[in-house]
């Protein structure tokens, strides 16, 4: 089945926030935010915006009837700055107007007076200075204090990548309205419904049931949209409490920019020792987050930082250390990968380091120390159903790796000013909100009297074709037309206490408990049959929509049979439920078995570099990738395609800059590159692994919005490679994202001692 967004999406029919026609009266909100990363607020003089024509009202933290609190884990965020100010772009006030543009005028007319303090922009300095977010965690496996001496080879090195910007094509925003008795509905561009709703009734201080939440659809998500939906719809929701009128709050461009925090950047140490024979021993890493100056999902992302902190290895000897720290930067958030992208390139860095002291290519050492089946995490579960082995089985067979090296080998012996690089990319990815109470969810069946069908579930639809699948899902149990099948949206009043659609687990948790809701009504459905035929259950079958009674096709059909259920009363609504079996994990001992399964795969991504302009071309990306049993290939293809891309832009030239007063300098699409049709590798080629699946997902169709970012990885050492075979004397400085410049600059390093010469 083709996406069913697709026709929509290429018309421009698609509704997103913004499109939804307005109410007449609506008005507009537009966000005054802290100019400064740090410092105390000594006055703030409205009076000249209040009097702008057209401008209805300010609302500041003094106009909130609840909590002026919109942390989600931990309580340390305010949604109007009262007193301090902790970040640039921290939001104040929201100036209501009747038109985006006067709100915008009104802006410039604020006068603020902030009392600057100390501005913190690097998490390592935050650490010295003890400001965290929490205390630190640590996950431990074996003993490495005892393990060093026994290492013949040891490499200790620090590794660092940037933020990155979500840059979805919708921009955050929120439409909230007045309904009768005070009640409010809202649409909102948010991948956690639930969440602002929430949040929404503490700030409002009213029951969660008199806040709707709707969500049609996003225009891209990845993770931005989790938790930092929230501030804008709970804006537009204070200002109808307060006007009884519609408001309407859209980011603009650079104010989304701005405002919202990033992907973390991390700074990292590692130290890893390997026997005489490459086997990895022991491994230690700490790495510093760089949280902003907000909880936000820092934890949790740290958390998932630890968890894949040895990405597809096994290490008997493991201690991994994290600190969230706290800086002056706008709260960093999730995005896809949720911290696991930066705990595997501290790995992959540490890898490439011992591969060069060594004088081994990278992919040897990768190859010899892949997890196998009953190997034991760090973080205690043990690992089963690990297609590593074979994936790399498969490359080897089809792309021929050792082939590929020789070529390149050959051809940058050859070729002066331009030189090849390749590197290979194992993913390792765990499956399951690592918070394990929320891999929950329900889904809403109606089945109506003309046998069409409405399903509603806590899905949110931002690209990823979870619709799709939803729609296939309820099809496939009842064996029908799709056409007959609509999918509504997500909205928190037909199915409530939703998780938001994250941590790739949105179509696993939302499609099991549709399929129990679909599967349910089936079986009534069946037993209505079995009754009018006088047969038992067990002999109906519902095929192409046509009943069949013992192997007999009969002339009854799914909608005779519908009307019939529903003149004999039979229920033709279903709500089902589904929390993952067996998850768990103990914060105390830092072990559990926290995920459902895990996604495997393998990137082989080969680069030409231009040694004189210091520019890089993706030549091809080769990826063997676990689908388990792909429901969906063109799905399925299109997350790996987009994964991988917005993995490369990470690591090779989005390039966030904040500078040391925390302000953002990158504010803007002239000044923040993201991956364009020229960017994207020549060639991607993805081979799905054969396999039986898993159970643990829908359909045995495993899980596949994150992984293939991590596959991006590959880029920055293929890149290093490359400038490695130009300059011998280039050192690593494992510092992501590899831009231009920084390639430019590596091809011209000169060693120490011409230095010194020099
Ligand atoms: N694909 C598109 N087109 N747009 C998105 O916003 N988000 C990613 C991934 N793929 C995203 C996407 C992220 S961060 C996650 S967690 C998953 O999709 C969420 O959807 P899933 O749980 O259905 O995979
Ligand atoms: N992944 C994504 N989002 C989350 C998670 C996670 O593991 N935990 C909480 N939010
Ligand atoms: Mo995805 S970062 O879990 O929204």
């Not at 809701?517 to 009754?531: G, I």
């Amino acid at each position: 089945m083709k996406n069913i967004d697709a026709k929509g999406h290429v018309t421009g029919k698609s509704i997103y926030v913004d499109d939804i026609p307005t109410i007449n009266g609506t008005l507009y909100g537009v966000i005054f935010d802290s100019p400064l990363a740090h410092g105390h607020i000594e006055s703030v003089d409205y009076s000249k915006a209040l009097t702008l024509p057209g401008v209805i009202t300010i609302l500041t933290h003094e106009d909130i009837p609840g909590e002026n609190q919109i942390g989600g884990i931990i309580p340390d965020e305010e949604l109007f700055a009262s007193k301090d100010v902790h970040f640039a772009g921290q939001p104040i006030a929201l100036i209501i107007a009747e038109s985006n543009q006067i709100g915008f005028e009104a802006r410039k007319l604020i006068d603020i007076n902030i009392l600057e303090k100390e501005v913190i922009v690097d998490p390592r300095e935050a650490q010295k200075k003890d400001q965290l977010i929490l205390p630190p965690r640590t996950f431990e496996l074996g003993d490495t204090e005892n393990s060093w001496e026994k290492c013949a080879h040891i490499f200790e090195g620090q590794a660092d990548s940037n933020g990155q910007e979500h840059l979805y094509i919708e921009t955050q925003g929120a439409y909230a309205i007045p309904l009768e008795n005070g009640h409010i509905r809202i649409s909102s561009s948010t991948q956690g419904p639930t969440a602002v709703q929430r949040i929404t009734a503490r700030v409002l201080n009213m029951g969660m049931n008199k806040i709707e939440v709707d969500v049609v659809r996003l225009g891209g998500g990845f993770g931005g949209k989790e938790d930092q939906a929230t501030p804008w719809a709970v804006m537009a929701a204070l200002g109808v409490q307060i006007l009884n009128k519609p408001v309407k709050v859209i980011l603009s461009r650079m104010d989304d920019m701005r405002l919202t925090g990033k992907r973390h950047p991390y700074s990292s140490d590692y130290k890893i020792g390997f026997s005489k024979d490459l086997k990895i021993m022991a491994y230690e890493t700490t790495f510093f987050q760089n949280a902003g100056a907000a909880a936000d999902l820092s934890p949790a992302v740290m958390e998932r930082t630890l968890f894949h902190a040895t990405n597809s290895y096994f290490i008997p000897n493991v201690k991994a250390t994290a600190y969230s720290c706290k800086t002056n930067l706008p709260p960093n958030t999730a995005f896809r990968g949720f911290g696991g992208p930066q705990g595997m390139f501290v790995i992959e860095s540490a890898l490439a380091h011992a591969a060069q002291e060594l004088g081994v290519s990278a992919y040897q050492l990768q190859k010899n120390n892949l997890l196998k089946n009953g190997n034991e995490f760090p973080y205690g579960q043990i690992a089963d159903g690990v297609e590593l082995t074979k994936i790399w089985s498969e490359m080897e067979s089809k792309f021929d790796i050792e082939a590929v090296e020789k070529e390149i080998n050959y051809f940058n012996s050859s070729n002066t000013d331009i030189k090849k690089g390749f590197s290979l990319m194992p993913v390792t990815f765990g499956i399951s909100f690592t918070k394990t109470p929320m891999n929950q969810a329900r889904a809403l069946v109606h089945i109506y009297t003309d046998g069409s069908v409405g399903v509603s579930t806590g899905a949110v639809e931002m690209g990823q074709g979870v619709n799709t699948k939803m729609l296939q899902i309820t099809a496939q149990v009842f064996s029908l037309d799709p056409k007959r099948v609509r999918l509504e949206s997500t909205n928190t009043t037909r199915v409530a206490n939703t998780s938001p659609s994250a941590a790739s687990s949105t179509a696993d948790l939302n499609g099991k408990a549709l399929h129990q809701a679909c599967s349910a009504l089936l079986e009534r459905l069946k037993n209505c049959a079995a009754d009018h035929f006088g047969a038992q259950s067990k002999d109906i079958e519902i095929k192409s929509e046509t009943i069949y009674c013992q192997g007999e096709r009969t002339d009854i059909r799914w909608n005779d049979l519908v009307l019939m259920a529903f003149l004999k009363r039979i229920c033709l609504t279903e709500n089902g439920h589904y929390a993952t079996p067996r998850i768990n994990f103990n914060m105390e001992k830092e072990k559990g078995h926290p995920f459902a399964y895990h996604v495997y795969g393998l990137a082989l991504t080969e680069i030409t570099v231009d040694c004189i302009r210091g520019t890089s071309q993706f030549d091809s990306v080769k990826i063997v990738h676990d689908f388990g049993k792909t429901m969906n290939p063109s799905v399925d293809f299109g997350q790996i395609e987009g994964g991988l891309v917005q993995g490369i832009g990470w690591m090779t030239m989005e390039e966030i800059s904040y500078n040391d007063k925390g302000q953002l300098l990158s504010n803007s699409l002239s000044t923040y590159k993201v991956p364009d049709i020229y960017s994207v590798p020549k060639d991607v080629i993805i081979e799905p692994l054969k396999t039986e699946g898993n159970d643990m997902a829908i359909l045995k169709s495993k899980a596949v919005g994150e992984p293939p970012l991590m596959y991006g990885i590959g880029a920055y050492f293929a890149i290093e490679n490359a400038v490695r075979a130009f300059n011998p004397n280039f050192n690593s400085t494992f510092d992501a994202p590899f831009t231009h410049e920084k390639i430019l600059m590596g091809l011209y390093e000169i060693s120490e001692s011409e230095r010194v010469d020099s």
